[in-house]
């Protein structure tokens, strides 16, 4: 079983220190190579998918968060309010009241909906320090969040698309779902009181998750203040849950923020929100990846791609020329040389390294490389330019395969 936490110390991924503070990690190179990578492979696909990205501040007026139902249902996980210049502001816990704004900032017709509105953003929540653990407890959060705006005819269909593309992103990550949940309301008041708006969204998610044929249970108790959702969730090596990405059907904040479009009959309509986060927090999905993996990530998502491995100082410069290929390449490339000990121990260093490109005096001589894949296949030796092209494809493909089949 995998501890992300003590592995992420042992890769050198992330860190924390106690004038920092607990739940707030650091992310040195390599963690960031792999938070930055997996950033930038969800906001591709949400640009595929039509989503449109925003900037939006961390901070609010704590008047946001009364109009939005935060204040009075979220209050003991906000952080406190700060005075500044005779207002209250506060760390934002989540993102849709800002996107709620955004939206509000103009009018908008039937014609532009859906309209996709995506950020990958920071929030803060108040953690208990016992609850805290590595990087899937933490206190300052980087969310892939998205909000849909679109009409009640349109809802469902958003809210299944955003479950595929959920499916497609695991699938790369090379992770699979435990369990997918139908969160309703349960006993208490965090709730609020508005009995046949969850209704329609809890009959709307049900619609969606029948439609998609994965496997559900419904779990009272667990949806958000505002609304039903689909909770995905995953799984650590002692069968521990926790929820990773989420879709919501949202009725609650268009109408507390009266938000508007101009629909074809010339009237103004309300729209429906809908809340998506395919990935969710980068912290809790590097996490899972370090447990799933146990460091050794799929080759597109790899701090280092590429280990390039001379025989002897005789061939060091052509080691170096390759690095210098594979990093035009856009590969993640890096020379070990046999100032870092013996061909073998060069070797087990590189052990998580998905790629191990071997030159000696014979693959030297001819333009070629030795290629030795993670998984222990020894391939012959060819040309370069074909190994870093093939390379190149796979990672460009975010495939979770080593080798063409």
């Known amino acids: 079983m995998h501890d992300h936490r003590k592995l992420g110390r042992e ?26 990578t997996l950033e930038e492979y969800i906001r591709e696909e949400e640009r595929r998918a039509g989503y449109r990205h925003v900037y939006s501040p961390v901070l609010g007026k704590r008047e946001l968060y009364e109009i939005s139902g935060h204040w009075s249902h979220y209050r003991d996980d906000m952080f406190p309010p700060m005075e500044l210049g005779g207002e209250q502001v506060v760390l934002r816990p989540s993102l849709c009241p800002h996107h709620a704004l955004i939206y509000r900032s103009r009018d908008h017709s039937y014609r532009e909906l859906p309209l996709r ?8 929540r108040a953690e208990l320090s016992g609850v805290l653990g590595g990087l899937t407890r933490v206190r300052g959060i980087h969310l892939n969040d998205a909000h849909i705006f679109c009409t009640l005819e349109q809802a469902a269909g958003e809210a299944a698309a955003a479950l595929a593309m959920i499916g497609r992103a695991y699938a ?44 559900y249970e419904a779990a009272p108790g667990e949806a958000a203040f505002y609304g039903p959702k689909i909770d995905v969730q995953v799984a650590d090596g002692a069968g521990r ?12 904040q268009p109408e507390r923020f009266g938000l508007r479009y101009l629909g074809p009959d010339g009237a103004r309509h309300r729209p429906v929100m809908v809340h998506r986060s395919i990935v969710g927090s980068v912290e809790r999905a590097v996490a899972h990846l370090i447990e799933e993996h146990g460091g050794a990530f ?46 073998g121990a060069r070797i087990r260093s590189a052990r998580l390294v998905p790629y191990q490109a071997v030159i000696g ?3 030297a001589a001819a333009g070629q490389v030795a290629l030795r894949l993670r ?22 493909a975010r495939s979770t395969a080593l080798w063409p089949e």
């Open 172 to 215: 790369a990550m090379g992770i699979r779902a435990a369990r997918y949940r139908l969160s309703l309301p349960g006993p208490g008041g965090k709730y609020v009181e508005a009995p046949e708006m969850w209704q329609r969204a809890a009959a709307l998610l049900t619609e969606v998750l029948d439609s998609s044929g994965v496997d």
């Open 241 to 252: 849950e926790a929820t990773l990405s989420t879709v919501q059907i949202d009725f609650h």
């Open 375 to 396: 998984d222990g296949r020894r391939l012959d030796a060819r040309p370069g330019t074909e190994v870093l092209a093939a390379l190149a494809a796979l990672v460009a």
């Open 11 to 36: 890769l050198g991924l992330f860190g924390s220190d106690p004038l920092i503070g607990a739940g707030l990690p650091y992310w040195l190179p390599d963690g960031a190579v792999v938070r930055h």
């Open 361 to 363: 005096a014979r693959e």
């Open 298 to 343: 799929p080759a597109w998502l790899a701090p280092v791609q590429l280990v390039v491995l001379p025989i002897s100082d005789d061939e060091w410069d052509r080691a170096a020329d390759f690095v210098r290929q594979a990093s035009g390449l856009g590969l993640r490339a890096e020379l070990a040389g046999p100032e870092r000990g013996s061909l």
């Open 117 to 124: 509105m995506a950020e990958l953003g920071g929030m803060y």
